[in-house]
């Protein structure tokens, strides 16, 4: 969750929404985000709307004490409920994201979960996830999370070499993500997913096999593999500036990707995003599969952002003041926009065209769809689906699919 909010327009007290945001709601899923903003330390690429104990020392740092978070986060699902009306929609997917959730105790991540079911019900089939720290998870938490409800997991593991952990700031030792997954497993997990993050520098080409080897042999159904962006104002932007490592290379975030699709490939994982790779359609993650198709989602907690019928909004970014907001019987939300529907046909396509399915190209505008036939000569389109009406990106496509997505939105 990036750190820096968007402009918009103020967001009403009650956090009401236009009429027209639940129209044909039946026919979207709906699902929930939660954001749990702590952290032990921060990491050094870090940019996401986190915070250590001693960022919130000072004004509003005892509302936002995580001793207090669950009942918060209760408070803006019980928000929810109310302005989403009789919506009979149960919740199929429930995301855990943050900072590190699992700093929380696992009973306040069942007791959110909780709300949730209470106030909305949840589908028979529904997913339900946590992000983790393999530093922060036992085998009694993790047990406690599989009785609470929790189906899915996802550690970050990032690498299995200590030097590139090292230059990620990363607290947690090679191979206890490893060891993490077979405690998830044996808790009764059905679904486990592995983070890795490629191109730091200092990592070599050998590094990054081994990551892939050690994530691989874990036993996981899913893997997320993520070349590192450089974000400014983070640790990391300041020591490349400095000279102290050296800056990200594309060409070696390119050539890691090709690696990666050839390890995953080779151990029976399918690429179904960009850059995500699953055993089974049943490994993939709906919950961001829910953002990626422009599904329904209530984000709660600070910064979290939400979609409901082509309305978007976000919330205040401080623990403090979504803690005030709440307290004073106020919805967090800091902005919103109403998207026009050449804004949702442009967000389908850049969203879209990154899934395995692709894009129809009945979405694309005359220079979209003329762009999308020189991309298909060029090699970056695959040609069976294009003659089936879709764009799908190749390989090579994939390589290259923040630019091929440009053009086609034209």
Known sequence: MPSV?????????????????LQGAGERPLGFYLHVPYCATRCGYCDFNTYTASELRGAGGVLASR????????????????????????????????????????????SMLSVIREEFGLADDAEVTTEANPESVDPAYLATLREGGFNRISFGMQSARQHVLKVLDRSHTPGRPEACVAEARAAGFEHVNLDLIYGTPGESDDDWRASLDAAIGAGPDHVSAYALIVEEGTQLARRIRRGEIPMTDDDVHADRYLIAEEVLSGAGFAWYEVSNWATSDAGRCLHNELYWRGADWWGAGPGAHSHVGGVRWWNVKHPGAYAAALGAGKSPGAGRELLSEEDRRVERVLLELRLREGVELALLKPAGLAAAGRALGDGLLASEPYAAGRAVLTLRGRLLADAVVRDLVD
């Open 5 to 21: 909010l968007p402009d918009g327009e103020p967001m009403p007290e009650d956090g009401a929404l236009p009429a027209s945001a």
């Open 67 to 110: 001793e207090n978070y669950a009942g918060q986060v209760a408070e803006e699902i019980r928000l929810a409920r109310k302005v989403l009306g009789d919506d009979p929609r149960p919740v199929r997917t429930v995301f855990v994201g943050g900072g590190t959730p699992t700093l929380l105790d696992a009973a306040d991540l069942v």
